[in-house]
């Protein structure tokens, strides 16, 4: 059973009293609770960013296929609002409609790197990277891609579409709880200013 934001909230907050009174250590439920998406976004990049655990937030975007235009994506669309944009050289591309022969698999595209741009010239591999907030994907002969599938990084936000997994759950709950700290830290500091 998947983990809601309210357990998560709870089990954070408890954490981060370490047994204290709420009035005592200034850290409440209602605290973690907006927390939650700074919390979540730290978990996906610390996951995505180790190989061992990156598996763990892929997920296939779309119904298994994307309609581009002209090749492209718009990643601040509706739909992608939890992508982690910056878990994207992680991803995977593959041209669905780039079939040669009978084989009945999608041609994976190469990650191109903007910053460091490739030349795959008469490669049997297209590439696609990000521009502007958009997805840009060309097959081996230059041209736009029309239908794209895309496995990439996702930021939890305990919801069905989005579950935080399982094996993240304790990672997720001890982020939550520093932030919790440091923020009860920075308003006793604050407190005692005034």
Sequence with gaps: MALTATQLATRATREARQGQS??????????????????????????????????????????????????????????????????????????VDGYTGNETQAIPLAFTDQSHRLQFGASVFGNYSVRNNKLVARDSSNSPIVNLRFIAPYIPDLSATYPLPDDLEDKGQTILASLLLQNAVAQTAQDKAT
């Design 22 to 95: 709420p009035t005592t250590v200034k850290i409440y439920v209602s605290q973690a609770a907006l927390l939650i998406p700074k919390a979540m976004m730290i978990m996906a990049e610390q996951t995505v960013n180790d190989g061992d655990t990156r598996h763990l937030l892929m997920r296939l975007w779309g119904a298994g296929s994307i309609a581009l235009t002209d090749g492209e994506l718009d990643l601040t669309a509706a739909g992608y609002e939890q992508l982690l944009h910056s878990g994207i050289q992680y991803s995977e591309a593959y041209d």
